[in-house]
């Protein structure tokens, strides 16, 4: 593993001054149970230097090819602006609540409009009382892309309208963060449509419009936020093969510049451990020299009446994401107003 | 998983006409032994819509996010114009022979230059010498990047007029094929950055720089051919986990427009299964209604002693890709002229 993702050569074909620069060096294996073994490798960081694209192939690049390699865990160098690409979330709490008018202290609320197949005139009106009903953020479901009932364009100027007049009517400060994940080129003009459009931030799924998205949205000017999402991510929980999700999401899509992350909640859909979704949301928000910390936003079965529980497990800094449960109340403003007030009692003492 | 990747909200949430134009529909469950079921699921096209991040985001996307599910194989629609962006190579295997001047009938060399860590200059004498006995492409390894000893915007320099210099001098076509995987813009700026500095082709990992790349890289005016790398992707094989080696290489990089694509044969450092590599090989090349074929580049584990006998079982429409073995050779330009020699003998009868 420690040859295969650095110099890829056979021993003695590089010679020794590249061996000793570029060279990953196994530090230790370990037994690790059921025939399995833990190793601790050592790369250069000259090896690393690029960005979040480079980093991935070395961490686990071509071992993604091999059957029964698992990546577990990684240690950044507390040195992070050597490895480039790295200068972790443009925002981070702090510009996602000043985005949202969320004072610290309150956790906030995420919303997903969806489903595909809604016209974006009935997704704006959705997103228009979620807004009015008190949530901080609406964001497009992950699956909206340009589908005929509702394609980027269309949509993005439709919910930021329909955002915007929720707002000046009820005083409120929502959010619309619309999915702007498709080929790169296109990523990046609709991440600029969408600044042009008002929205403070933006939603992308790293795993398929490329990990390096994330560096580059951060460095735009000016730069929204950027909520990632996890579909297609390598990182099933015990899987065998794959990265470990605290380490992808919590560890290293934060460093690359995530100022939120999604992650599926325990007990959810994804029904992900615990002590896995703890981690997460303690990685993204760790002090950590020289970058901010990132929202954690578990979600994917955190059920409408459950949000209390959640909230309290996790504390205020946290932006809990609930979806199709609130959409299948039928009356949606009330729904969603429980919701909201939920989560403001939960850490306030106050709704 | 037919909800959770298109509808992603409870039965009774979106209108009947939603449900039955958008939802995923379970054809069958089958058992498949060892407790594991095989499911078939008919998509709607229009849940697929936009490209080849879209296609991946339903086909595997949040259950990517689950232990225990595979994605097996897919059968994209006869009428693929129906799904935007997935219109194959633009230069496929005809393409890439017309750059190389590789007449029918015979199969490609390419080798890559390596390790990171030389400088450009090493990195551009490598590619001379191999030019010069005969390789047909010259690739980067998938770790050079832009790091310090070969940053790379110097390294597209030198290489590309070493390459020039071998072709003018020994009469060959050589092509130097360089690695542009980085961040989205990023990628995209190499990419025009290489056909500039007089490059055919490029190497990109898709896995990294996201899938979206091979569509945008076929719609570049003009295009280079483009050459997917493997690394990170979610397929090892016989994994419990991921999408199968031959669907995601052989069937959804082709149809998003990859005009070669490497995989780690059997046999060599990966040890994937011959009739996996087999497979992928046969869908890369096999007559599709509307797409050009794509050359299939069997890698990682290529010795060049052994290339004989893989020309053989491979046939002619392959590239193989012979790496570390070739440069541990003494005498590393009678070895790649004998690599040469060994596979044009293999297909045409004559060195």
């Given at each position: 593993v420690a040859r295969e993702e650095t110099?890829?050569?056979?021993?003695?074909?590089?010679p020794p001054t590249i061996e000793q620069r570029f060279l990953g060096r196994v530090v230790s294996v370990t037994p690790a149970g059921d025939g399995r073994y833990a190793a601790i490798i050592d790369y250069p960081v000259e090896a690393l230097r690029e960005g979040p694209a480079q980093l991935l192939n070395v961490l686990y690049g071509n071992i993604?090819?091999?059957?029964?390699?698992?990546?577990?865990d990684v240690a950044l160098p507390?040195?992070?602006?050597?490895?480039?690409?790295?200068?972790?979330?443009?925002?981070?709490i702090g510009g996602i609540r000043a985005a949202a008018q969320a004072r610290e202290g309150r956790a906030l609320v995420c919303v997903a409009i969806k489903p595909?197949?809604?016209?974006a005139d009935e997704l704006a009106r959705l997103a228009e009382r979620l807004v009015r009903s008190g949530v901080d953020l609406v964001k497009d479901?992950?699956?909206?892309?340009?589908?005929?009932?509702?394609p980027f364009a269309l949509r993005l100027g439709r919910v930021s309208e329909a955002v915007a007049r929720a707002n000046a009517h009820a005083g409120t400060s929502g959010v619309y963060v619309p999915n702007i994940t498709a080929g790169p080129a296109e990523t990046l003009a609709r991440a600029r449509e969408a600044v042009r459009a008002g929205c403070r931030g933006v939603l992308v799924a790293p795993s398929l419009a490329g990990v390096g998205v994330l560096g580059e949205l951060a460095r735009m000017e000016p730069a929204p936020f950027v909520m990632a999402h996890p579909?297609?991510?390598?990182?099933?929980?015990?899987?065998?093969?794959?990265?470990?999700p605290e380490v992808l999401l919590g560890t290293l899509w934060r460093a690359a510049g995530a100022d939120a992350v999604i992650f599926p909640n325990a007990g959810?859909?994804?029904?992900?451990p615990w002590a896995c979704c703890r981690e997460i949301h303690r990685r993204l928000r760790?002090?950590?020299?020289?970058i901010h910390p990132a929202f954690p936003v578990p979600g994917g079965g955190i059920d409408a009446g459950r949000v209390a529980f959640w909230a309290a497990r996790y504390g205020p800094d946290t932006i809990f994401l609930v979806g199709g449960s609130l959409l299948a109340h039928t009356d949606l403003d009330a729904a969603a107003r429980a919701v909201v007030a939920a989560v403001r009692l939960a850490h306030t003492g106050t709704a």
């Amino acid at each position: 593993v420690a040859r295969e993702e650095t110099l890829e050569v056979p021993e003695g074909v590089a010679p020794p001054t590249i061996e000793q620069r570029f060279l990953g060096r196994v530090v230790s294996v370990t037994p690790a149970g059921d025939g399995r073994y833990a190793a601790i490798i050592d790369y250069p960081v000259e090896a690393l230097r690029e960005g979040p694209a480079q980093l991935l192939n070395v961490l686990y690049g071509n071992i993604s090819l091999l059957g029964g390699v698992r990546l577990i865990d990684v240690a950044l160098p507390a040195d992070r602006p050597v490895v480039a690409g790295l200068s972790g979330p443009r925002h981070g709490i702090g510009g996602i609540r000043a985005a949202a008018q969320a004072r610290e202290g309150r956790a906030l609320v995420c919303v997903a409009i969806k489903p595909m197949g809604l016209t974006a005139d009935e997704l704006a009106r959705l997103a228009e009382r979620l807004v009015r009903s008190g949530v901080d953020l609406v964001k497009d479901d992950h699956g909206l892309t340009d589908q005929g009932p509702a394609p980027f364009a269309l949509r993005l100027g439709r919910v930021s309208e329909a955002v915007a007049r929720a707002n000046a009517h009820a005083g409120t400060s929502g959010v619309y963060v619309p999915n702007i994940t498709a080929g790169p080129a296109e990523t990046l003009a609709r991440a600029r449509e969408a600044v042009r459009a008002g929205c403070r931030g933006v939603l992308v799924a790293p795993s398929l419009a490329g990990v390096g998205v994330l560096g580059e949205l951060a460095r735009m000017e000016p730069a929204p936020f950027v909520m990632a999402h996890p579909t297609h991510a390598p990182c099933a929980p015990e899987g065998r093969e794959g990265i470990a999700p605290e380490v992808l999401l919590g560890t290293l899509w934060r460093a690359a510049g995530a100022d939120a992350v999604i992650f599926p909640n325990a007990g959810g859909r994804f029904d992900w451990p615990w002590a896995c979704c703890r981690e997460i949301h303690r990685r993204l928000r760790r002090p950590t020299e020289g970058i901010h910390p990132a929202f954690p936003v578990p979600g994917g079965g955190i059920d409408a009446g459950r949000v209390a529980f959640w909230a309290a497990r996790y504390g205020p800094d946290t932006i809990f994401l609930v979806g199709g449960s609130l959409l299948a109340h039928t009356d949606l403003d009330a729904a969603a107003r429980a919701v909201v007030a939920a989560v403001r009692l939960a850490h306030t003492g106050t709704a």
